[in-house]
């Protein structure tokens, strides 16, 4: 028996995926069904809150509107910090990441990408590393950056969107998972996403005049037992909440057996007998010890690391 305390509402609630949130209303889909509805939220519900992934209770309010009751808990929520150091959530329940770098136009922003590797160490999430526009990039400059991420382990696939270069690989790589593709802006996210059948139209809920699409919403593409949530670009990506001493763990090629430091708590920056310095250049890539100093360096200031 329904609790009575539950409204009329609820009893004819169901759960459904948050494809894509407007200003005043969100595509969503009951779970089973991958057509769209158009849903509003109950005033208690903050439409910040909800993000693409969500899962949520929502109940028919007329014909053709649907409402969202509550927000269901979230098994992952990625949070970025954003440039006036606020935190924003960019896609709930996924279990990876797909970090979207172009070879050329825009250049890789490789301390970006490792930053992003590390987060989804910290986070034991799955990062995927796609590569795109490899037909403006010199390939020998390609195979350099893709073989250093192989090497330490990362599946690296290298796509074309236009070409479908990778795409079937890419198809493989993502079925079954919950995964959020992030990256700057123009490396061609909206590009996959669009070429793995992702509807890039859905955010326009302006023209029912209720709420408007702008590029800063994400959205959501079922795939084979997983979906893929295309997301407005990132200009920068920072570690969130994670403590200085922990992100050399976010490293793999750090951490690896046989690197011993002479201090258990080194900071693999100044101290003597640092086994991750004496490799640098060698075993480590310089790039990568590069990007793991500017993380700490920028870690340096309590503002940002305090919250
Ligand atoms: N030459 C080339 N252009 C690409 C490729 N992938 C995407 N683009 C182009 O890059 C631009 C930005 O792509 P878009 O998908 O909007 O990037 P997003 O901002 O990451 O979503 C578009 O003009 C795409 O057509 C590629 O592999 N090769
Ligand atoms: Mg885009
Ligand atoms: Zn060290």
Known sequence: MRDKALGASDRDAAPARIVSVGRNSAWIAFE????????????????ESIVP??????????????????????????????AGGRSKTMAANIDGIAIVSALANPPPHVSMLDELLAFSELHEIEATL????????????????????RGLGYRTLIVNPKS??????????????????????????????????GRADIGELSRAGRGRQTTSAGRLHYLEAGFLIDSPGVGEFQLHGIPAGEVAHGF?????PGTSCRFTDCSHRSEPGCAVRAAVGTRIATSRYESYTAILARGEDPAPWAR
Request: net charge neutral.
């Open 53 to 82: 992934g969500d899962l949520v209770m929502a109940s028919p309010l007329d014909d053709e509107r649907y409402v969202i009751d509550r927000r269901e808990p979230r098994s992952f929520a990625l949070e970025r910090r954003t």
């Open 130 to 149: 796609l590569f795109t526009k490899p037909d403006l990039a010199d390939p020998a400059a390609v195979e350099t950056l893709a073989g250093l991420y």
């Open 164 to 197: 479908r270069q990778g795409l079937d690989a890419l198809v493989s790589a993502l079925a079954a998972r919950r995964t959020l593709l992030i990256g700057q802006s123009g490396v061609g996210k909206s590009s996959l996403f669009r070429a793995l059948g």
């Open 32 to 47: 089973g069904s991958d057509e769209l509805r158009l849903a509003s939220f109950r005033k208690s519900i903050e439409r």
């Open 252 to 256: 793999v090629e750090f951490v690896q």
